[in-house]
């Protein structure tokens, strides 16, 4: 669904959030929120046999459908991303990609991603967000409320999904409100950068 909504689109999303990373070989780097595991395979592909890649999810469903892609290189465990069950200053690098909305409670989620990242590591958030020109928000607006619920019902027989949707993106702070988040909890360098007249954004930040 997340391709035939985005046209593809995501995925070109996706690798650039894991650039900002920057990662090597032989670094530790975790999913929060992996899902299927799209982009720990990308941080796999990077970090080589000699490094480490997981996905955290806590949706088991999503974890199994990930496990039967075999993808290499890429390590599955299931916990709750407001209480990740790894020790402190565990990974050299952390991803999340449409899945901090989700969150109950957000800062939670990156107090939590900034604890078990080490000193000097690298985080990106990869999420949804209000396009900037006015006109182009209107039709993505119209997409959004209009035929992308009707689109997933269709195909998955969940309308409801899809009508929940943009409404968590609606409520998703805005950049400016995230970096602001992100600078309360500690982190530094923190960047934006808009995708698709601001469909998406990545956050980029360092501990």
């Not at 395979?41 to 996905?55: M, Q, W």
Request: with cysteine; proline share 3%; aromatic share 10%.
């Amino acid at each position: 669904m997340n391709t035939i909504l985005s046209a593809g689109i995501h995925y070109i999303w996706k690798k650039k959030a894991i650039k900002t990373l920057m990662s090597k070989p032989e670094n530790r780097v975790l999913d929060v929120c992996g899902g299927t595991g799209d982009m720990a395979c990308l941080s796999a592909s990077i970090t080589g046999e000699k490094g480490i890649s997981v996905v955290y999810d806590i949706n088991w469903k999503m974890i199994r459908q990930g496990r039967q892609k075999s993808l290499k290189g890429v390590t599955f465990v299931q916990g709750d991303a407001e209480c990740i069950s790894f020790p402190d200053e565990s990974f050299d690098a952390i991803s999340i990609g449409f899945g901090i909305r989700n969150l109950t409670h957000l800062e939670t989620g990156f107090k939590e991603i900034f604890r078990v990242l080490k000193k000097g590591g690298s985080m990106c958030c990869l999420e949804f967000s209000k396009p900037d020109n006015t006109f182009f928000r209107f039709l993505y607006d119209f997409y959004s409320f209009r035929l992308m619920p009707l689109i997933g019902g269709l195909i998955t027989g969940s309308k409801e999904a899809y009508t929940a949707f943009p409404e968590s993106i609606r409520a998703f702070p805005l950049p400016g409100e995230l970096s602001l988040i992100l600078k309360k909890i500690g982190f530094k360098d923190i960047k934006i950068k808009k995708l698709t007249n601001g469909i998406a954004v990545i956050h980029s930040a360092r501990k």
